[in-house]
């Protein structure tokens, strides 16, 4: 019986040491000091390996052998990498112990600092002074209550066989701005979850006069369909007279069920938003549109004329012939605009090159026993679109504002208390004065001493009434 | 007169402050250091004049903006920040003997920016992405902010000068004397710190809110931003080792010195060594 109790108790302790570790292991400040380098140190690879780029060009960069190592620990897009993500999880774990571990004690240091302190008591404390009054222990806490109660939010009198004592205190947030500090992060690192779980974040090139429905989004290759339509009306970009851009500005239309609902302007660093969804003026360009091409068969002379989209592979009419128009340049070799143009002809190996457009008579405007011209084609500009969607950005913007407005009492409100025992001494009163404070030590100093001063040179005019 | 004009008396002004202040600390010449003190003020006057002109004219050149678009500008408002900061601390602390340094930063700051061939000193207008009133807030809070740290720094190496040399016994070469105690020295750099850590923060989240209402995204990982995640780690591991384990002395002055090594490389570093959001501030 008294072996199996024993065994028990050892297995419970065994138990309890282990879940103390592990909690004592979260609440560690040397886990929080560790983090805090470990985020700095690995995101410093972050920024010297490029991001967003592809391996293949990564390869080019560094080399197979670096390369390797990269891949191997996700360096190239190593803040979404598990690691990078388990060093956040840790730090939010250890946030969230430390604080559970600390308030109760911060909780408990307030409410203890609030007892009274002997003469004796006060004189064990770093800070103190004794200053002898000429006036009666009583006289003496009408004049030191006046002065304290200038000078500190809150200030605790007892009185006990003729002796006064007294516990003034001032910034009791300063131990509690901390907290909120921490509460802020953690509400900041929430926002950012709600926003990666419920939102999206993609981008829509739509040209000009054409509406666009789908957002393709940059990380995982997806297309999100959205429950109306973004027509782009018109783009304009304007410059100032040295060249560098102006404005870039994107008018369009929102159609719900081909109806146009509303109508907006968007330029950069001024968004617009529909539907919770938010469109951002990022990029734009210029494409070709309403192409014309003539074919004409070079064996026997046949030609036909036909409508080409931009970069849509079509079949030629009346054939098994493939053409795509595949790019467009302003400018090849001096030659002027051209296309570049892809064909697959029925039993022929397939064909591409670049069709000047300006010039029909150039030598090379044939592929695959066709020459070909470009009869017309117009250029209009097309926007590009960031769009978004984030239900977790109030959360984000509302950790922003906790964590300025704790800061400011975290790092600067200091929390101040003086000790005060009254006896009756040799003059009238001997008054024992400690002080203490969570922060700012130096300046404290020199006001507690003020405070000192000023008591030893009180004026007893309460006598006078 | 244009800014430009004035901005060079400004460079030559904190020129004279610092040779004063340095005549007054080297050689305990009390005039040097009071006609230092008054040199310091009205160079600082006068570069808050020079800042107000610069962004006047540019709303006469047609696109007017504050006077934070480029490199040149960013040092000018930099070096004003340093000067801002290490005065006031001066004022606070009544301790003289320290201006040659923040003051000799200054003047090489407004130097490089008004002679170097390859910092462009004229207003230029906004491109598109800088015309946000969070310009403002987030280019002042930065700024100040890195110039608290600079002071910060600036009082670490003379910590760790003042303590290496100054044995109790051996009070130390004469002109160390003069600097603030040992405990001055650590208060001042723990208060510079904080002071500069608030501020670093308010331009992170004033940069943050920016980027989300320009370009949809309140963080993207861009060097720049990453670099001023770093340094805020570094003070923020700082700030914990002091305020729960107690951490004093060398070790704080260290941390100051490597924390403003990062806020360095963040601004500089990132513009000309990496490329990102921020390099329009080449």
């Not at chain 1, 360096?75 to 430390?98: E, K, P, T």
């Not at chain 1, 408990?108 to 007892?115: D, E, S």
């Not at chain 2, 006469?60 to 040149?72: E, I, R, T, W």
């Amino acid at each position: 019986m008294m072996i199996h109790f024993c065994k028990s108790a050892v297995i419970m302790t065994q138990n309890r040491t282990v879940v103390d570790r592990i909690y004592g292991f979260f609440a560690s400040m040397r886990l929080s000091l560790f983090l805090f380098g470990a985020l700095a140190i690995t995101s410093i690879f972050g920024t010297l390996i490029p991001q967003e780029i592809t391996s293949e060009q990564r390869l080019r960069q560094f080399g197979p052998k670096l390369n390797a190592l990269i891949e191997l620990l996700d360096l190239g897009d190593m803040y979404h990498s598990w690691w990078f993500r388990l060093l956040l999880i840790l730090l939010s774990a250890n946030l969230i112990v430390c604080s559970m571990r600390r308030l109760p004690k911060t909780l408990k240091a307030l409410r203890a600092g609030r007892k009274m302190m002997t003469p004796s008591r006060i004189e064990k404390m770093h800070l103190h002074g004794r200053v002898e009054l000429p006036t009666s222990p009583q006289e003496s806490k009408t004049l030191i209550s006046n002065l304290l109660s200038s000078r500190f939010t809150k200030c605790v009198w007892q009185q006990q066989e003729g002796q006064y004592f007294a516990v003034a205190e001032k910034g009791r947030w300063g131990r509690l701005g901390v907290y909120f500090v921490h509460l802020s992060v953690l509400l900041v690192f929430a926002g950012a979850l709600v926003g990666s779980l419920f939102g999206f974040r993609g981008f829509m090139t739509i040209p000009e006069k054409t509406s666009e429905s789908h957002v393709h989004l940059r990380r995982e290759g997806q297309v999100i369909p959205l429950d109306f339509e973004v027509r782009c009306d018109k783009f304009t970009v304007a410059f100032y007279d040295n060249g560098s851009p102006k404005e870039f500005r994107s008018d369009v239309s929102i159609l719900v069920d081909g109806r146009v609902v509303k109508q907006a302007a968007i330029r950069v660093n001024d968004p617009f938003t529909f539907r919770g969804i938010n469109f951002y003026q990022s990029t734009y360009g210029s494409q070709p549109t309403n192409i014309v091409l003539k074919l004409e068969n070079v064996s026997n002379g046949k030609s036909q004329q036909l409508e080409v989209p931009f970069r849509q592979p079509i079949t030629i009419p009346g054939s098994k012939d493939r053409l795509v128009i595949m790019d467009y340049a302003d400018n090849i070799g001096n030659f002027g605009p051209a296309f570049y143009i892809g064909m697959a002809r029925e039993n022929q190996e397939p064909d591409s090159g670049w069709i000047v457009a300006k010039q029909p008579g150039f030598h090379g405007n044939r592929l695959d026993g066709l020459r070909i011209n470009v009869l017309k084609y117009a250029n209009s500009y097309y926007t590009g679109l960031e769009v978004k969607k984030d239900p977790g950005v109030w959360l984000i913007y509302l950790g922003f504002v906790l964590m300025l407005l704790s800061l400011i009492f975290a790092l600067y409100q200091s929390h101040r208390r003086v000790w005060l025992a009254l006896t009756p001494g040799q003059k009238g009163t001997a008054v024992h004065i400690a002080g203490n404070t969570n922060k700012h030590a130096l300046a404290f100093e020199k006001d507690f001493q003020q405070l000192v001063h000023d008591i030893e040179n009180m004026k007893p005019d309460s006598q006078r009434t | 007169m244009s800014s430009s004009l004035l901005l060079s008396i400004v460079t030559f002004t904190y020129l004279l402050a610092a040779l004063c202040y340095g005549a007054g600390w080297l050689f305990r010449f009390k005039m040097a250091a009071r006609l230092a003190i008054w040199t310091a003020w009205a160079g600082l006057l006068l570069h808050t004049a020079g800042i107000i002109l610069r962004w006047v004219e540019s709303y006469q050149l047609g696109f007017g903006h504050a006077p934070f678009a480029n490199f040149y500008e960013s040092l000018v408002f930099g070096a004003w920040a340093v000067v801002l900061i290490y005065l006031l601390t001066e004022f606070r602390y009544r301790n003289y003997a320290l201006g040659v340094f923040p003051l000799g930063v200054a003047f090489l700051a407004m130097a490089y920016a008004s002679f170097s061939p390859s910092v462009e000193s004229k207003i230029q207008p906004l491109i598109p992405a800088l015309k946000s009133n969070w310009l403002i807030a987030h280019v002042i809070t930065c700024f100040l902010g890195y110039a608290a740290f600079a002071v910060a720094c600036g009082l670490g190496v003379l910590y760790l000068i003042k303590k290496s040399r100054a044995a109790p016994a051996n009070p130390g070469p004469g002109v160390l004397q003069h600097l603030p105690s040992i405990q001055t020295l650590d208060e001042l750099i723990y208060q510079n710190v904080v002071f500069g850590f608030l501020l670093l923060s308010v331009g992170i989240i004033t940069g943050s809110v920016w980027a989300n209402s320009a370009w949809g995204n309140y963080w993207s990982w861009d060097p720049k931003e990453t670099w001023s995640l770093i340094t805020w780690l570094v003070y923020a591991f700082m700030l914990h080792s002091r305020m729960v384990r107690g951490w004093h002395g060398r070790r704080m002055a260290w941390l100051a010195i490597i924390g403003f090594f990062c806020v360095l490389f963040t601004y500089f570093g990132v513009n000309f060594l990496l490329s990102g959001l921020h390099s329009y501030a080449r």
